[in-house]
Each structure stands twice: as C-alpha cells, then as structure tokens.
C-alpha cells in the first residue's frame, strides 16, 4: 500500500517515512526484531556477531538485539549472549560501535527464560533448577501430558527483588556496554510472561491471584530498569494473546489493555506487541482472530511496535491506518540484511532458512544472505 502525496504525485511508502521515538529520530519505520542467535559461545556475544548487526544497519534504522540473558539463572538455550559479567558488557561493546558507525540505533533485550530451560549442561549454570512464579511444569507441544522441561522451582516472594536487581544491573551494563536503550522481553512464555499469565501464575502471595497482582512483579521490572537507566530507553516486548511455550491467559484482552494503561504511569519508551494471529513464533493464520491490537495501541500513549508474520503491504497499511508507528520484522529481515532497501525498490525478497535458525555456525544463515544487485 502507497499514499500520493505532493504536487508532484509522487509515492510515499508508509514504512519509508521518519518517525520520531522519544529522543530518537528514525529516519524509517523497519525495525529489526530481537531474534534469538545461538552463536554467543559461553553465553558471550561473539566478534562475528559485529558483522551481523552492521549489515541490517541503514542510517536511522532501529535494531533490537538478540535476548540477552540478565543472570546466570536467566539462560534457557544453548549459546545465547548476556549481559550479566564484565566479559559479556566488553564482548558487547564493539557490536555496538559497529552499528553506530552506520548511523543505527540500537537496544539490547534483557531476558530471562524462566522455565523454559533446563537443569545441567548448556542451559543453566551450575546445574541449578530453573525458577518460576509457579512449579508446573512446560507440557509439550500437540496437548500431551508429559513434561518437555522438569518441573521449575516456585520462587519464594524474599526472592522477587532479587530478580528486579538482575534487570536493573542487566540494564545498567547494557548502557555501559554503549547500547542506546534496553527492551525488556515480557513475552513468549519467558520468565515475566509466566508471571503475567494466569495459565501458569498459581501464586497466592502478592504476585499471584488477580490480574494486577499478576502483573506487579513484570511491572516493577519496568520500574526499576526505567528508574536506572531513564524510562525514555526503555521498552518491553508483550505477547498478552499468545500461548507460547505453554503461558497462555484466560482473558488476555483485559491483561493487555491493564498492562498498556499501566505502562502509561511509567512513561517508557514504546510498547511492542505480538499480533494475536500468531499461533507459534515462526507460523501465523490468516482467518478472522477474536482479537486485535488496536484497542491496546489506543490505550499506550508511547511508541507503538507491532510484529507477528507482516510483508512489505501489511507493514504498509499497518502505518497508513494509524494500527502501528513501526513494524518489526524477524525473518524477512534475517534473510533480507538490505530489507529497507528492498521494499523500497518493490524487490523480490530472499527465503530465510529455518534449517539454519538456531544452528551455532558463525556465518552459514547469519551473515550469509546475500544482498541486492543494484547498478
């Protein structure tokens, strides 16, 4: 989709124009989504992720880095990065300067996995259980019965503004390590969502019950990275629609609509929300949903992101009817390091390779996608 504009009847496209995000001017409304990267070795980001970064950079473009973990408790993935050791903030500093030396702003997402993960090996250090707000354990996929993580332990309510510090010290490296702003990753069945869901949220202490008991604890994440850093670096990624890693809510527009009024009160940066047709992270539905985000984009006063399966006119007609200020692309922006470019030239877009998504080779489906042939 295309507006004319102008005495010169020239096209605009929607997702080309500048946009203004608290102090920082994007000169596009393309965001890189914060996709997960496993080629952070020993969980510290690695020289070639520079390289990665640098070619999905335009000047003005905004990227969100890849979930990095805030503790040694937080990992749930094999050769993901952090952001919790002076190792990690060093190994991060110039994958930074590599974006900025082309003109990008960049965020680090802090994450913590929660019960997504498991004991020993790769996932948590020093073979400790997982921690949750809950100790039920993730079902596998299809409805069965049989657990595809152990059972997590149930955190103790002494042990909560522990956690809070982690984000808090996790933000604070992240601006240390020269970053431009943090988002905090609330979503996907990860550690805050699971708070947030009553699927998983069992608790009867002042994190647990009703809706905003629920949400206290992802809420004073918020807070205490927002009163670290400045809330004008902060946004937070939701997926109050999804049911993702088996974290699904009862009533999720009332979760979303509290959570952007609440956020409201906290005067972050943006709020980035997936679609509600997103039935798993990489497959979307084109039927009618029961939901949509239009009534939380009109309840969150900040910066609006949406993701969740969008092309280049969907991403269009997102912009020009008001449902969105910038779009988040993941995959097509994994295989198409030149995106903006592409869609500005209408051009056809290369195929990402899910056999590559998560492998721990440092170029074969990273930094191996070719670019556009222009004369």
């Not at 393309?30 to 969980?43: K, Q």
């Not at 955190?155 to 808090?168: G, H, Q, S």
């Not at 988040?328 to 195929?351: E, S, V």
């Amino acid at each position: 989709m295309t507006a004319q504009v102008g005495g010169g009847g020239e096209q605009v496209i929607p997702l080309l124009t500048p946009c203004g995000m608290g102090n920082f001017n994007l000169s596009h409304r393309i965001v890189l989504a914060p996709l997960t990267r496993s080629r952070s070795y020993n969980f510290v980001a690695q020289p070639h992720a520079a390289l990665y970064y640098s070619q999905r950079t335009t000047k003005g473009g905004f990227l969100i880095g890849e979930a990095s973990g805030v503790s040694e408790t937080a990992q749930g993935y094999p050769h993901t990065p952090g952001i919790w050791t002076r190792e990690q903030v060093e190994a991060w500093k110039p994958i930074v300067k590599s974006v900025h030396e082309k003109g990008g702003t960049f965020f680090c997402q802090l994450w913590h996995a929660g019960r997504v993960s498991d004991q020993g090996g790769y996932h948590q250090l020093k073979g400790q259980t997982p921690i949750s707000c809950s100790d039920k354990p993730i079902l596998a996929i299809g409805g069965s019965k049989v657990p595809k993580y152990p059972p997590p332990r149930r955190l103790a309510t002494a042990e909560i503004p522990n956690l809070v510090n982690d984000f808090k010290l996790a933000a604070k490296n992240a601006i240390e390590a020269g970053f431009d702003g943090v988002e905090i990753h609330a979503a996907n069945g990860y550690l805050l969502d699971q708070f947030l869901k009553d699927q998983v949220n069992d608790r009867d202490d002042q994190y647990g019950g009703s809706l905003e008991k629920r949400c206290r604890f992802p809420l004073e994440v918020v807070k205490g990275v927002a009163d670290e850093i400045g809330g004008d670096k902060v946004g937070i990624r939701l997926s109050p629609f999804a049911n993702y890693n088996d974290c699904g809510d009862s009533n999720p527009q009332a979760l979303a609509i509290h959570m952007a009024h609440s956020l409201n009160h906290l005067a972050i940066l943006y709020c980035h929300v997936i679609e509600p047709r997103m039935v798993t992270r990489l497959e979307r539905y084109d039927a009618d949903t029961t939901y949509c985000l239009l009534p939380m984009r009109r309840a969150f006063n900040g910066t609006f992101i949406v993701a969740g399966g969008y092309d280049r006119s969907e991403g269009n007609k997102v912009i020009a009817d008001g449902g969105a200020d910038l779009v988040a692309y993941g995959r097509l922006f994994l295989a198409n390091p030149d995106l903006p470019t592409r869609f500005r030239l209408d051009a056809p877009l290369n195929k990402p390779d899910r056999s590559t998504f998560y492998t721990h080779d440092p170029v074969v489906g990273y930094t191996d996608y070719p670019f556009l042939q222009t004369q």
